[in-house]
C-alpha cells in the first residue's frame, strides 16, 4: 500500500486551489472543485477525491472547457430553477443554484433544479447532504458516458448514471446513500487491470457481447448494470431524469461531445428537493426515526455511516492522503 500522511484540511483546499488555479480556472470554481474533492479525501471516498485532481487538467484541455464559467439561477416556475453551468465545472452550478432550490421547496413542497451543460466529475453526496441539512430530502442524478448495456443488451447505451438520496435526521447527521448503477465502478474496473486481477463475470461484457472476467475487454466492450432487470431500469430512468427532462445530453450525446478529449463527462444534472414537513407533518420525521430505529436494533450499517466516522477522524487527525498523490500534485503545478 502506498504510504499515507495526515494533512489538515484547509492545507489539502489551499493545494488543491494552488492547482487548479496554476492550469487557469477562475476563482469561484477553483473554491467550489476544490472543496469537494477535498471533502471526499475527507470523508474517504476516496474514488471522487484528490486522485481526480490531476484528470481535471484533460476537463479543462476540452476545446469546449469554460475556464471562466460564471453560472447564475434562473427561476423558471415557483418548484423549477435552471442553471446552466456554461461548460464549467458542475460543482458551482449546483451549489450556486441549491438556495434557491430549498428556498422553493419550503415554499411550495418541492422543488427542482436543474444545471446543464456542466463537466461532471464529483460525487453526489455533499450536495444532496446540504438539501438534507436545511431539513428537507434531497435527490439528485446524472448520465455519464454511454458505457453500460441495458439488460440484455451487449452495447453501451447507459450511463454509470449515479443516484444520491438524502433524508433529514435533525440533530443526527442525515441519510444518505450515494452510488452508480453499475454493477462496479469502472474505476473498479480499472484498478483490476491495472493489477492484472480478473473480475466477477457479471461486470461486463466483452465487445462480442459475452461475459468475460477479463477487464480490459470490460472496459472495451460494456459494463452492466446491478441488479439485473431493476437496475437497468433505474438506470434508464435516471438517464431521462437527467438527460431529456432537463433539456440536456443523453450519456451517448455526452460521449460524443467529448471528441477524443478525455475529459469528464459534460451533461446535465437533476436535483429535486422536497419537504416532509409540508408533505407529511412532523409525524414524517417519527415515523421515519422508527425505520431507522429497525435498523440500530439490529446493529445495521446505514449508508453513510462510515463516511461520517472517517469525517470525524480526519477533523481529530487530519485527512489521509498518499505521499504520492501529493508528491504527483505539487508536481503538476506549473
Ligand atoms: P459504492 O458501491 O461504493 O456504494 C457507496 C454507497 O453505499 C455509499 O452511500 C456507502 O455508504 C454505501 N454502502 C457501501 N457499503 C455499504 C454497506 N455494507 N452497508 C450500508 N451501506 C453501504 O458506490 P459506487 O462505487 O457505485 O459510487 C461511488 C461514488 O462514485 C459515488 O459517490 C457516486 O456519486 C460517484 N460517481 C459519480 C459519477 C459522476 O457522474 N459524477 C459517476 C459514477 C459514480 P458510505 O459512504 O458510508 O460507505
Not at 139 to 148: C, E, I
Not at 178 to 200: C, Q, V
Not at 226 to 239: D, N, Q, R, V
Not at 253 to 258: E, T
Request: hydrophobic share 40%; aromatic share 6%.
Amino acid at each position: 500500500m502506498d504510504a499515507e500522511i495526515r494533512v489538515p484540511e484547509v492545507e489539502l483546499i489551499a493545494l488543491a486551489e494552488r492547482f487548479l488555479r496554476s492550469h487557469g480556472l477562475n476563482a469561484a470554481q477553483t473554491g467550489s472543485l476544490a472543496r469537494i474533492l477535498v471533502a471526499a479525501q475527507r470523508d474517504g471516498s476516496l474514488s471522487h477525491g484528490l486522485q481526480r485532481l490531476p484528470g481535471t487538467r484533460d476537463t479543462m484541455g476540452h476545446p469546449d472547457f469554460n475556464r471562466q464559467a460564471d453560472p447564475q439561477p434562473e427561476s423558471l416556475s415557483p418548484a423549477v430553477t435552471r442553471i446552466d453551468a456554461q461548460y464549467g465545472f458542475s460543482c458551482l452550478a449546483a451549489e450556486r443554484g441549491i438556495p434557491q432550490l430549498i428556498e422553493k421547496a419550503r415554499q411550495v413542497g418541492i422543488g427542482l433544479l436543474a444545471v446543464n451543460n456542466g463537466f461532471h466529475s464529483t460525487a453526489l453526496w455533499p450536495m444532496v447532504e446540504r438539501i438534507a441539512e436545511a431539513g428537507l430530502v434531497g435527490l439528485s442524478m446524472n448520465p455519464t458516458h454511454a458505457w453500460v448495456t441495458p439488460f440484455g443488451g451487449t452495447k453501451g447505451v447507459l450511463g454509470t448514471n449515479p443516484i444520491a438520496f438524502a433524508w433529514p435526521r435533525g440533530e443526527k447527521p442525515p441519510y444518505v446513500f450515494d452510488f452508480a448503477t453499475t454493477a462496479a465502478s469502472r474505476a473498479d474496473i480499472a484498478m483490476h487491470r491495472a493489477s492484472g486481477k480478473e473480475i466477477p463475470d457479471h461486470w461486463g461484457l466483452d465487445a462480442s457481447g459475452n461475459r468475460t472476467t477479463d477487464p480490459a475487454e470490460v472496459l472495451a466492450g460494456a459494463m452492466l448494470p446491478f441488479g439485473g432487470h431493476k437496475g437497468s431500469a433505474l438506470a434508464t430512468m435516471i438517464e431521462l431524469m437527467g438527460g431529456p427532462l432537463i433539456g440536456d445530453r443523453t450519456s451517448r450525446q455526452s460521449q460524443d461531445f467529448d471528441k477524443g478529449a478525455n475529459a469528464a463527462p459534460c451533461h446535465g444534472e437533476l436535483l429535486l428537493a422536497f419537504s416532509p414537513e409540508l408533505a407529511g407533518g412532523l409525524v414524517a420525521f417519527e415515523r421515519a426515526e422508527s425505520v431507522f430505529k429497525g435498523f440500530a436494533d439490529q446493529n445495521v450499517r446505514l449508508p453513510g455511516d462510515r463516511r461520517y466516522r472517517t469525517r470525524e477522524q480526519s477533523a481529530r487527525e487530519g485527512i489521509a492522503v498518499s505521499v504520492a498523490l501529493l508528491e504527483r500534485i505539487r508536481s503538476l503545478i506549473p
